[in-house]
């Protein structure tokens, strides 16, 4: 089986950067990907590891580190739209299911 | 570019009732296609997933079932609800399964 962890709540102030950690356990790994929630609405796809290191796209990076089966989504210049929860999630093993860790809710504040 | 519906947006239904839900997808073709379930404060729960017309993975034995009858087509039914059954159901689609799209759900109540 496979599982993912991440902190169920994060608080920061507007334009701090946060960074949002994912540790997965799995029998086989193709990658990590992240994605965003906004209450009420649906999950909307931010960013995908396959490699070792940091992927930027604009305020947002997403890093990944398969030694330690660890990763990150770092935001940066927060904003107040940025409040929403981030989801991690990977590949089960070679099958074509993604598995959602349980998710971050962020909290941006003045 | 790719566009992904789904409806009905909202839905109350009795306990006992039937459900159909649907999800179509545009702009691409093969895709594969997902079902997930969310409960209030959750994460996503994988009901279904299709790589392919009439080829249908099933996660979560329960009383739902899902069905493609066409390439970009992908039905969620129950024939009997539960109170359990209620969440919001999300369709999804993708190419590689790491990047996925999701449509902007239905949000069913069972009563």
């Known amino acids: 089986g496979q599982s993912l962890e991440q902190p169920s709540e994060v608080t920061a102030v507007e334009g701090a950067i946060v960074q949002i950690n994912c540790t997965y356990q799995?029998?086989?790994?193709?990658?990590l990907s992240w994605y965003q929630q906004h209450d009420g609405g649906a999950p909307t796809f931010l960013s995908y590891n396959a490699l070792d290191g940091l992927e930027e796209t604009g305020r947002f990076s997403s890093f990944l580190s398969r030694s330690d089966s660890y990763g990150y989504l770092l935001l940066q210049e927060l904003q107040m739209k940025d409040s929403a929860s981030y989801f991690c999630?990977?590949?089960?093993?070679?099958?074509?299911?993604?598995?959602f860790g349980s998710g971050t809710r962020l909290l941006v504040r003045p | 570019s790719q566009t992904i519906h789904q409806w009905p947006a909202t839905l109350v239904q009795p306990v006992g009732s039937p459900l159909s839900l649907e999800c179509t997808v545009e702009g691409t073709s093969n895709p594969n296609l997902y079902w997930y379930r969310q409960a209030a404060g959750r994460g996503l729960q994988l009901l279904f997933y299709s790589v392919g017309i009439g080829q249908i993975s099933s996660e979560v034995p329960q009383n739902l079932s899902a069905s493609r009858p066409q390439d970009r087509q992908f039905i969620l039914s129950s024939k009997k609800l539960l109170l359990s059954d209620s969440g919001f159901y999300l369709c999804?689609?993708?190419?590689?399964?790491?990047?996925?799209?999701f449509g902007p759900g239905t949000r069913l109540t069972v009563l």
């Open positions: 999804a689609w993708s190419v590689t399964p790491d990047t996925q799209y």
């Open positions: 799995t029998s086989g790994f193709y990658g």
């Open positions: 999630a990977a590949r089960e093993d070679s099958s074509y299911k993604l598995i």
